[in-house]
């Protein structure tokens, strides 16, 4: 894997222009068409052949394999269902599977019954297979297919095992004396065609001994499949060096303050082919899920965004790109993908910021009151001692526990002891010493910025200390030379609201102004009278959207689907009482 990714692709301009006009349909077309041939067999199993074309099969084939035929018609067609989400995801070895098993098909429907017409059909099938066949170039996860194939051997063996003792046990009931071939012929005959044994069903437990070993069988195939179409597993063996060469490119070229979570060991690395540009992701299912913008020579990030795209394509994952900037959304337009307006970046201009003014009143009266009351900031550089860590971790831990949630990630840093240790804190403490407030700030590398991390107080702090402790941030910054002082992202907080605002971008509005509850948030940092940034998530159409919202969620905190999903069925009930409560 790590071959692929350092030795990847040289974009031919062929290349290019599948990437531009890629929308995925023909996949979609041949996924539906799967699906419609899958349930063709079951419908057509479930209905008698005509007398007069059984009659002429007699003459050529045996009753067990017209019989067995039909079974197997059953078989392929729950199997063609089940595999169309493999084609859907344009996998090579699904095309190779749902080939064989139409080709398959089309034999079956002529030994159960003569059935020409179907049998036409899925000659058909077979023709539109190989015409789509070029558009089928994503990878399978090799140690998974060779799983996949390690677990039908042992579901062979245990059926086979199963079949043969069970029938040795009733033919001795029924007074047969046979080979162990025998016995072997008879459970393969039960696996593949369901040929029906009326003696054994006059035994008590017969016919339970017969169910259970074809419904073992039928579910071995049923998980074989599900493991044929699980997605690629990125195993990233040598993260260190990967992460050594992207912190380089990083001091060189970070011009963002997301750079420094790109350093977290829960991301992967991609790098271009010339090693000039990488791009940090987690992976979430099938799902590539990228931080930010590729980071790296400008010259060379529209080639990295293709060649990224291609990699996913290769692999069967979907992918985003999160938070991105202005800078590179034409690149991204440039490659047929959509955008969604996710929230603006608060940015302060620390040389404009005088605290002078009506504007500033209650962060002036803020200020005054807590100093009067004996509080200060303190600035402790890195590194960080034990004995601060530990009490900063008792704050932390006080404020978890108040907010009654989880450490985050992905795009948001946690309390990691050794991570912290490099930062920059502030502490608001009171007379005593003790600290009742603290905030980290992580380096911005290339750009003239502060930019906070965690932001954590004790839940009996003083009224406004969280205020206090902005204000004393950005006035030391101030001090230092810095141009602008980052307040992080106030989500959704302009969405949906410029002239260029797509459907998408207004049901994102719609939801923020019914359900979701950021506007403390965004009012809180207005105050400070910043400059809003868009940030925008990229995404490669709106019906992979859904999916890729859940998966941001899963990686920003793998429990908290369930937090969400308990929030929005509380404020639905919300919405509901409220709208027939009487109007004041």
């Given at each position: 894997?790590?071959?692929?990714?350092?030795?990847?692709?040289?974009?031919?301009?062929?290349?290019?222009?599948?990437?531009?006009?890629?929308?995925?349909?023909?996949?979609?077309?041949?996924?539906?068409?799967?699906?419609?041939?899958?349930?063709?067999?079951?419908?057509?199993?479930?209905?008698?052949?005509?007398?007069?074309?059984?009659?002429?099969?007699?003459?050529?084939?045996?009753?067990?394999?017209?019989?067995?035929?039909?079974?197997?018609?059953?078989?392929?067609?729950?199997?063609?269902?089940?595999?169309?989400?493999?084609?859907?995801?344009?996998?090579?070895?699904?095309?190779?599977?749902?080939?064989?098993?139409?080709?398959?098909?089309?034999?079956?429907?002529?030994?159960?019954?003569?059935?020409?017409?179907?049998?036409?059909?899925?000659?058909?099938?077979?023709?539109?297979?190989?015409?789509?066949?070029?558009?089928?170039?994503?990878?399978?996860?090799?140690?998974?297919?060779?799983?996949?194939?390690?677990?039908?051997?042992?579901?062979?063996?245990?059926?086979?095992?199963?079949?043969?003792?069970?029938?040795?046990?009733?033919?001795?009931?029924?007074?047969?004396?046979?080979?162990?071939?025998?016995?072997?012929?008879?459970?393969?005959?039960?696996?593949?065609?369901?040929?029906?044994?009326?003696?054994?069903?006059?035994?008590?437990?017969?016919?339970?001994?017969?169910?259970?070993?074809?419904?073992m069988w039928e579910s071995g195939l049923v998980i074989f499949v599900i493991m044929l179409l699980r997605p690629i597993i990125y195993r990233n063996s040598i993260w260190h060096p990967n992460n050594q060469r992207a912190s380089k490119i990083a001091e060189a070229f970070g011009q963002s303050s997301l750079v420094y979570f790109t350093m977290w060991e829960d991301k992967l690395y991609f790098f271009n082919r010339l090693k000039t540009v990488y791009i940090a992701f987690a992976q979430a299912g099938n799902i590539a899920l990228v931080l930010g913008d590729p980071i790296g020579?400008?010259?060379?990030?529209?080639?990295?965004?293709?060649?990224?795209?291609?990699?996913?394509?290769?692999?069967?994952?979907?992918?985003?790109?999160?938070?991105?900037?202005?800078?590179?959304?034409?690149?991204?337009?440039?490659?047929?993908?959509?955008?969604?307006?996710?929230?603006?970046?608060?940015?302060?201009?620390?040389?404009?910021?005088?605290?002078?003014?009506?504007?500033?009143?209650?962060?002036?009266?803020?200020?005054?009151?807590?100093?009067?009351?004996?509080?200060?900031?303190?600035?402790?550089?890195?590194?960080?001692?034990?004995?601060?860590?530990?009490?900063?971790?008792?704050?932390?831990?006080?404020?978890?526990?108040?907010?009654?949630?989880?450490?985050?990630?992905?795009?948001?840093?946690?309390?990691?002891?050794?991570?912290?240790?490099?930062?920059?804190?502030?502490?608001?403490?009171?007379?005593?010493?003790?600290?009742?407030?603290?905030?980290?700030?992580?380096?911005?590398?290339?750009?003239?910025?502060?930019?906070?991390?965690?932001?954590?107080?004790?839940?009996?702090?003083?009224?406004?200390?969280?205020?206090?402790?902005?204000?004393?941030?950005?006035?030391?910054?101030?001090?230092?030379?810095?141009?602008?002082?980052?307040?992080?992202?106030?989500?959704?907080?302009?969405?949906?609201?410029?002239?260029?605002?797509?459907?998408?971008?207004?049901?994102?509005?719609?939801?923020?102004?019914?359900?979701?509850?950021?506007?403390?948030?965004?009012?809180?940092?207005?105050?400070?009278?910043?400059?809003?940034?868009?940030?925008?998530?990229?995404?490669?159409?709106?019906?992979?959207?859904?999916?890729?919202?859940?998966?941001?969620?899963?990686?920003?905190?793998?429990?908290?689907?369930?937090?969400?999903?308990?929030?929005?069925?509380?404020?639905?009930?919300?919405?509901?009482?409220?709208?027939?409560?009487?109007?004041?």
């Open positions: 894997m790590e071959l692929l990714i350092c030795n990847l692709f040289t974009m031919r301009r062929e290349e290019r222009h599948f990437l531009k006009t890629n929308n995925n349909w023909q996949a979609r077309l041949l996924a539906v068409l799967v699906v419609m041939v899958g349930l063709l067999n079951l419908t057509s199993a479930f209905y008698p052949s005509m007398p007069g074309r059984i009659r002429v099969l007699h003459d050529f084939l045996p009753l067990f394999l017209i019989q067995g035929s039909r079974h197997l018609v059953i078989m392929v067609g729950f199997l063609l269902i089940l595999i169309a989400r493999g084609i859907l995801h344009q996998k090579k070895t699904t095309w190779w599977v749902t080939f064989v098993l139409i080709l398959t098909s089309s034999g079956l429907h002529i030994s159960k019954g003569l059935d020409i017409e179907e049998a036409v059909v899925f000659m058909v099938m077979v023709g539109i297979m190989l015409a789509f066949y070029p558009r089928f170039r994503a990878h399978s996860d090799v140690p998974r297919i060779f799983n996949a194939f390690r677990m039908l051997g042992l579901v062979i063996t245990i059926n086979i095992a199963y079949g043969v003792i069970g029938f040795y046990l009733l033919y001795h009931k029924l007074g047969y004396h046979e080979v162990w071939l025998f016995y072997v012929r008879e459970t393969l005959a039960v696996m593949f065609t369901n040929a029906p044994l009326p003696d054994l069903h006059l035994i008590p437990r017969g016919s339970l001994f017969l169910n259970t070993l074809w419904m020579k400008t010259e060379d990030i529209e080639t990295c965004i293709a060649e990224f795209i291609e990699f996913c394509t290769l692999n069967s994952w979907q992918y985003a790109f999160y938070q991105v900037r202005t800078d590179y959304l034409d690149s991204y337009k440039h490659f047929g993908l959509s955008y969604l307006h996710i929230g603006d970046e608060a940015i302060v201009s620390l040389p404009e910021f005088d605290m002078i003014g009506s504007k500033f009143k209650y962060l002036r009266y803020i200020q005054r009151r807590l100093g009067r009351d004996g509080y200060k900031a303190v600035w402790y550089d890195s590194p960080l001692d034990d004995s601060l860590l530990d009490k900063l971790k008792e704050v932390s831990d006080d404020w978890l526990a108040y907010k009654g949630g989880d450490e985050t990630a992905f795009s948001l840093g946690s309390f990691d002891v050794e991570m912290l240790r490099q930062n920059q804190v502030i502490t608001i403490e009171n007379n005593e010493g003790a600290i009742l407030a603290f905030a980290n700030f992580i380096p911005m590398y290339r750009l003239p910025y502060a930019t906070v991390d965690m932001m954590r107080h004790l839940r009996q702090a003083p009224a406004g200390i969280m205020d206090f402790l902005f204000i004393e941030s950005m006035l030391h910054y101030k001090e230092q030379g810095k141009e602008g002082f980052s307040m992080g992202l106030a989500p959704l907080a302009h969405a949906g609201q410029e002239e260029f605002s797509n459907v998408a971008d207004k049901t994102v509005h719609l939801l923020y102004k019914n359900f979701f509850n950021f506007k403390g948030l965004y009012e809180f940092k207005a105050k400070y009278g910043p400059r809003w940034e868009p940030r925008y998530l990229i995404y490669p159409d709106p019906v992979t959207l859904p999916a890729i919202i859940l998966a941001l969620i899963k990686v920003g905190d793998p429990r908290s689907l369930r937090r969400v999903w308990r929030w929005f069925k509380a404020r639905r009930w919300l919405i509901v009482v409220k709208n027939y409560l009487p109007n004041n």
